[in-house]
Nanobody, 120 residues
Framework: QVQLVESGGGLVQAGGSLRLSCAASGSILSINAMSWFRQAPGKQRELVAAITSGGGTNYADSVKGRFTISRDNAKNTAYLQMNSLKPEDTAVYYC??????????????WGQGIQVTVSS
């Protein structure tokens, strides 16, 4: 019912930057929180950053000072600006959103994931 589409991933050298986008579509009344997770090969999925509808943010310690999460509520879109990238940031990045539909129960959805590769 709610689709999340990520874009902006790719290959970048260490020290470089990327900006991920996550666009939500569907019969959405409101989105309470949007988050970015990542999963590296052989590791568990971990929270990278989250943002509430009011703009409150939360970051993993490993990305504080380098990554910035933001959102455009009018467009139901979240962004993740990633600066000073390190090889250990290499992972598949997933967008997640939860909120309310115009009809039906609250939703929680995941994007399909997008690859970010940082070369040394």
């Amino acid at each position: 019912q709610v689709q999340l589409v990520e874009s902006g991933g790719g290959l970048v050298q260490a020290g470089g930057s990327l900006r991920l986008s996550c666009a939500a579509s569907g019969s959405i009344l409101s989105i309470n929180a949007m988050s970015w997770f990542r999963q590296a090969p052989g590791k568990q999925r971990e929270l990278v950053a989250a943002i509430t509808s009011g703009g409150g943010t939360n970051y993993a310690d490993s990305v504080k000072g380098r990554f910035t999460i933001s959102r455009d509520n009018a467009k139901n879109t979240a962004y993740l600006q990633m600066n000073s990238l390190k090889p250990e940031d290499t992972a598949v990045y997933y967008c997640s959103a939860r909120g309310l539909l115009r009809v039906g129960p609250p939703f929680g959805s995941w994007g399909q994931g997008i690859q970010v590769t940082v070369s040394s």
